[in-house]
């Protein structure tokens, strides 16, 4: 079941996210983030008006999607930055599809017309994922991360949701 996310999730998302954080460079976050935290960013999410969605199963979450403000600039209100998370468990069940596709129809019914997703890459699953659901690379930076001791590239990815409405 793909639901929206509430403050009592927090704990669990925590707990999917910190693996990235503390053993991947997926994230370039370097210190584990506690539920506290996690629930401040889904009521900043929500204070955007913007959806946060979990996949749930048997109370268990096993992965979320969100979108955040692409820029601060009023200019920017219809683009977003989007990303997705799965619990390691959960991984090639065709969740990560499943969110995003939901997540994407949540933004286009709000009526955002660009979703962005960053991926530190190598990330092949990643790139997969965004190119699967439409996405096209629109940049590579190179170096521009540094994590576990090497320099990271991030690529972005991009797909226009709804016509432009002004």
Known sequence: ???????????????????????TTITFETQAVSAIEIAGRIDGVAAAELPWLVAEED?????????????????????????????QQARGRGL??????????????????????????PNDASVRLHEKLGMKQVAHFKEVGRKFGRWIDVGYWQRLLTAPTE
Request: charged fraction near 15%; aromatic fraction near 12%; proline fraction near 3%.
């Open 96 to 121: 990560g599809t499943a969110l995003y596709g939901a997540l994407f129809a949540v933004l286009q019914q709000g009526g955002i017309h660009a979703a962005i997703g960053g991926i530190a890459l």
């Open 59 to 87: 109370g268990r979450l096993l992965g979320y999607a969100y979108a955040t403000p692409w820029r601060s600039r009023a200019a920017y209100r219809r683009s977003v930055e989007v990303t997705v998370y799965l619990d």
């Open 1 to 23: 079941m793909i639901r929206p996310a509430q403050a009592d999730d927090a704990a669990q998302i925590a707990a999917i996210y910190n693996h990235y954080v503390l053993n």
